[in-house]
T-cell receptor
């Protein structure tokens, strides 16, 4: 059974701080890793994906992947109250296959 | 269309009734996925289509659940003899089905199903 683990939170950070969201996965065969943001009552929205070890930056977001440790993280710099949401980590094997999701980390950014 | 669309957005039904949920993927996306999200839970995979065929039905929880896709486009998820535990948000996603690179899935707004 493939598993993706996330701390449910809430993770509380002040506005302007860096938020660090973590995720571990059990299947060493996992190839692609995704971060989705989900606002309450809304559907998941893709933020970033990563498939190579190291860092990948996109604006205020940085995804980090360490396949040896089976660990993927998302850093949000200069956090804004509008970043308050649940962040879902998802992994997949290869190509176009089902995503296995963690239960998400709730982020609260206070003004 | 610009994104994945789903209908209805909300469905309230009585226990024992059948329901049909519809998904219209992004134009040109050949892969289509159904997931379910129960209150306070993560997303649970149900079934995946490539074109009109379903290579992976492993997530369907029981034989009361079925899905089809026609014309490589619209998909319908049918739940027969609904039970209260079927209450959840049913999410559809689609992707280009890339065989190289990273294939990304884009989600529709979901159908909130309530079984009374």
């Amino acid at each position: 059974q493939k598993e993706v683990e996330q701390n449910s939170g809430p993770l509380s950070v002040p506005e302007g701080a860096i938020a660090s969201l973590n995720c571990t996965y059990s299947d060493r065969g996992s190839q692609s890793f995704f971060w989705y943001r989900q606002y309450s009552g809304k559907s998941p929205e893709l933020i970033m994906f990563i498939y190579s070890n190291g860092d990948k930056e996109d604006g205020r977001f940085t995804a980090q992947l360490n396949k040896a440790s089976q660990y993927v993280s998302l850093l949000i710099r200069d956090s804004q109250p509008s970043d308050s949401a649940t962040y879902l980590c998802a992994v997949t094997d290869t190509g176009f296959q089902k995503l296995v999701f963690g239960t998400g980390t709730r982020l609260l950014v206070s003004p | 269309g610009a994104g994945v669309s789903q209908s209805p957005s909300n469905k309230v039904t009585e226990k024992g009734k059948d329901v049909e949920l519809r998904c219209d993927p992004i134009s040109g996306h050949t892969a289509l996925y159904w997931y379910r999200q129960s209150l306070g839970q993560g997303l649970e995979f149900l079934i995946y289509f490539q074109g009109n065929s379903a290579p992976d039905k492993s997530g369907l929880p029981s034989d009361r659940f079925s899905a089809e896709r026609t014309g490589g486009s619209v998909s319908t998820l049918t739940i027969q003899r609904t039970q209260q535990e079927d209450s959840a948000v049913y999410l559809c996603a689609s992707s280009l089905a890339l065989v190289t690179g990273t294939d990304t899935q884009y989600f529709g707004p979901g159908t909130r199903l309530t079984v009374l």
